[in-house]
């Protein structure tokens, strides 16, 4: 079991920046890929960004790609996202999501939300003109 907390969401202008975390409880983080959803109202739950366990491969949605940039540290049980030059549209509450992670070549770091297992409560962040 996974328990997931964001935090740092909050209001910011049109080009600054946030830096969301995410804390997991119990020892096993290091097994999870990790990922960060957003989802705004009338619209599904879309990826921005993934991690594997290792943090030796990401992803990242083509929107946020130069914007945004995911870290771990596995050390302090916490997966990070960082938002520069935000914009309006990245409008949204933004969760993180917990995926085993077979450590193998084979695993491929998973997009849709469906595959993740654990869930944060989420966290608003809000982008003004």
């Known amino acids: 079991q996974v328990q997931l907390v964001e935090s740092g969401g909050g209001l910011v202008q049109a080009g600054g920046s946030l830096r969301l975390s995410c804390a997991a409880s119990?020892?096993?983080?290091?097994?999870?890929?990790m990922g960060w959803f957003r989802q705004s109202p009338g619209k599904g739950r879309e990826c921005v960004a993934a991690?594997?366990?290792?943090?030796?491969?990401?992803y990242y949605e083509d929107s946020v790609k130069g914007r945004f940039t995911i870290s771990r540290d596995n050390a302090k049980n916490t997966v990070y996202l960082q938002m520069n030059s935000l914009k309006p549209e990245d409008t949204a509450v933004y969760y993180c999501?917990?995926?085993?992670?077979?450590?193998?070549?084979?695993?491929?770091?998973?997009?849709?939300?469906?595959?993740?297992?654990?869930w944060g409560q989420g966290t608003q962040v809000t982008v003004s003109s």
């Open positions: 999501a917990a995926d085993l992670d077979s450590g193998t070549y084979s695993y491929v770091l998973p997009t849709g939300p469906a595959v993740y297992d654990y």
């Open positions: 119990g020892r096993t983080f290091s097994s999870y890929a």
């Open positions: 991690i594997r366990r290792s943090g030796g491969s990401t």
